[in-house]
């Protein structure tokens, strides 16, 4: 809103704070800093997204907290270099902006499974592994329409447009929704009213 007294005032804590996971990524094989991993709670009914089913041409995979972490990681950097343009410095925006797209590249590298065709591969965690993916522009152009399309189909076929995802996915899987020209799955799934839902919770 135009307004940048808290970005300044927090700044140098905001600095030091990134400049820790940078270092983490630095020094990890995959240059993602992870070390803040946590889960996508709750999904559905369960305490756990995996649902220990996958596709059975590629080894089972549902590496969620750490790619919430890494997910974490990428959005921090682009934080970054927007509040450090909000402020006039140049080359931190500029660094952070490099930073995040090095994440971002590296996300797709280490999370996406060429086999299966999917992030990770667990057909239960389908939507917490895609829709990170999707809101960073994780996925090259090329696989960007494959990988739109295995969310719908989890949306359509597998979940019948009911909620799959946790605290952490759910505040963007409408706009993810939307912004990937699925705006009629995105309203189904807003005015669902069987469990689970969010309508089944309101009402």
């Known amino acids: ?96 902006a490099a930073l995040a797209d090095a994440a971002r590249q590296s996300f797709h590298a280490v999370f996406y499974n060429e086999v299966a065709g999917t992030y990770g591969n667990d057909f239960g965690a389908v939507q917490s592994l895609t829709l990170p993916a999707l809101e960073i522009g994780s996925p090259p152009a090329e696989l960007r329409p494959h990988v739109v399309q295995t969310l719908q189909n989890d949306l359509e076929l597998r979940t019948q447009y009911h909620l799959a995802v946790g605290a952490v996915t759910s505040k963007i899987l409408l706009n993810v929704l939307s912004d990937n020209g699925l705006r009629k799955s995105a309203m189904r799934v807003a005015t669902q009213t069987t469990e689970p839902s969010w309508g089944y919770w309101w009402t």
């Open 1 to 96: 809103y135009g307004d940048i007294r808290v970005v300044k005032r927090r700044w140098p804590s905001l600095v030091l704070y990134v400049e820790n996971l940078i270092e983490h990524a630095t020094s990890a094989p995959d240059k993602l800093a992870e070390c803040d991993q946590f889960q996508d709670w709750l999904c559905g009914n369960s305490m756990s997204c995996c649902a220990n089913i996958g596709n059975t041409t590629a080894p089972l995979s549902c590496p969620v907290p750490k790619e919430m972490g890494a997910f974490n990681y990428v959005l921090a950097l682009k934080a970054m270099s927007q509040m450090a343009k909000a402020l006039g410095k140049g080359n931190d925006m500029t660094r952070y």
